[in-house]
C-alpha cells in the first residue's frame, strides 16, 4: 500500500489543531500531528 499526505478540510483541520491544543494542555509537551490517506 502506498499512501500520501493527506488533504483535509477546514473542518477536519480545526479537529486536528484542537486536539494538539489538547495534547500540549494534558502533558505540557508540544506534539504535530499529521495526516495520511492510503492511495487508490
Do not use: P, Q
Amino acid at each position: 500500500m502506498e499512501y500520501k499526505v493527506a488533504e483535509v478540510s477546514e473542518i477536519e483541520f480545526e479537529a486536528i489543531k484542537k486536539a494538539e491544543k489538547l495534547m500540549k494542555d494534558e502533558t505540557g509537551k508540544d506534539f504535530i500531528m499529521g495526516a495520511w490517506e492510503r492511495n487508490k
